[in-house]
């Protein structure tokens, strides 16, 4: 069993950064893939970005591309989504998760809470 727990959410204008942070407790954390999602108000949760559970290869979703670092200290058992020239689109609650999966799949087995980004213009 792994439990997420998230930070580092708040309110940013756009153009500025905020750095997130997922904090996992459990067994075995270095042998899971992390992701990160993200819903907004009225939609549907979507795929921002993943890392190996080597923190050697990453992806990311188009609209992030460029702007968003994924990366992971698993000697501290936590990953971290660098979010930089955010923008108003960007705002809603994000979600780490982690699972025994490859990199390219979004069948993650654990979840935590989410912590709210809002982005104002």
């Known amino acids: 069993q792994v439990q997420l727990v998230e930070s580092g959410g708040g309110l940013v204008q756009a153009g500025g950064s905020l750095r997130l942070s997922c904090a996992a407790s459990?067994?075995?954390?270095?042998?899971?893939?992390m992701g990160w999602f993200r819903q907004a108000p009225g939609k549907e949760r979507e795929f921002v970005a993943a890392?190996?559970?080597?923190?050697?290869?990453?992806r990311y979703a188009d609209s992030v591309k460029g702007r968003f670092t994924v990366s992971r200290d698993n000697a501290k058992n936590t990953v971290y989504l660098q979010m930089n020239s955010l923008k108003p689109e960007d705002t809603g609650i994000y979600y780490c998760?982690?699972?025994?999966?490859?990199?390219?799949?979004?069948?993650?087995?654990?979840w935590g809470q989410g912590t709210q980004v809002t982005v104002s213009s």
């Open positions: 998760a982690g699972g025994r999966i490859a990199l390219i799949s979004t069948n993650y087995d654990y």
């Open positions: 459990g067994r075995r954390f270095s042998d899971y893939a």
């Open positions: 890392i190996n559970w080597s923190g050697g290869s990453s």
